[in-house]
C-alpha cells in the first residue's frame, strides 16, 4: 500500500465511508507495516493514524490512542502558545532551580528536577505495552516531537535527566511504596 492509499482510508473512516471494509483495510496495513508507516509518514499523518485508532479501535486501543493523542494535541497547543506569547528567558533562571506559582496550587515544572514527566511518562508505558502498534506509534510521536517542538527544547538545560524521563526506558523508575490503596 501507498501513503496516499492509507490516507484514503482514513479519510473514508473519518467520513464514515465503505466503513467495515476500511476499518478492516485500515488496521491490518497499520498493524502489519507499523514500522514503515513510522518511518514514512509526517508527524501530521501518524497522529492521523493514532485519531483513528481512538475513534474505531478497540476498547484498549481506544483508551492507549486517547493517550497518545492527548499528549500530541498538549505539545501542539504548547508550542501555539510559545508562539503567541513569545517570552523572553527573565524566568528560566528561577525555573531550572524553583516553581512559579500559576494558580489554584497549580505550580509550574521545576526545569532541572521536576519528576513528573517521569511519572506520567512511566504510567502511559505500562499502558502502551497492551497494543504494540500504539505503543510504536507513540514512541515515533515522541521521537518527531523531540526533534522539532520548541516547547521540548528545555531538555537543553538538563539533558541527562529529560532524555532519561521523556525519551529513554522508563522501567527504571520505581512507584513509591508508601501509597495506601
Given at each position: 500500500m501507498i501513503k496516499d492509499e492509507l490516507i484514503k482510508l482514513i479519510q473514508?473512516?473519518?467520513?464514515?465511508?465503505?466503513?467495515?471494509?476500511?476499518?478492516?483495510l485500515f488496521f491490518k496495513e497499520v498493524e502489519i507495516n507499523a514500522e514503515k508507516w513510522c518511518n514514512e509518514l509526517t508527524l501530521r499523518w501518524l497522529i492521523s493514524v493514532i485519531d483513528t485508532y481512538a475513534d474505531h479501535g478497540t476498547e484498549i486501543e481506544k483508551s492507549n490512542a486517547l493517550i497518545v493523542s492527548t499528549f500530541a494535541n498538549l505539545i501542539k497547543i504548547g508550542d501555539t502558545s510559545l508562539l503567541l506569547t513569545r517570552p523572553d528567558d527573565s524566568m528560566l533562571p528561577r525555573l531550572l532551580k524553583d516553581v512559579v506559582f500559576l494558580y489554584d496550587e497549580i505550580n509550574s515544572l521545576r526545569i532541572a528536577k521536576d519528576d513528573m514527566p517521569n511519572v506520567?511518562?512511566?504510567r502511559i508505558s505500562d499502558v502502551m505495552k497492551q497494543t504494540p502498534a500504539i505503543e510504536l506509534y507513540f514512541e515515533e510521536i515522541k521521537s518527531r516531537f523531540r526533534e522539532n517542538s520548541k516547547m521540548l527544547k528545555i531538555s537543553q538545560y538538563n539533558p541527562q535527566f529529560w532524555d532519561?524521563?521523556?525519551?529513554?526506558?522508563?522501567r527504571h523508575f520505581k512507584m513509591s511504596q508508601n501509597v495506601d490503596r
Open positions: 473514508n473512516l473519518r467520513r464514515g465511508d465503505e466503513l467495515e471494509k476500511s476499518k478492516k506520567l511518562f512511566h532519561k524521563i521523556f525519551f529513554e526506558d522508563r
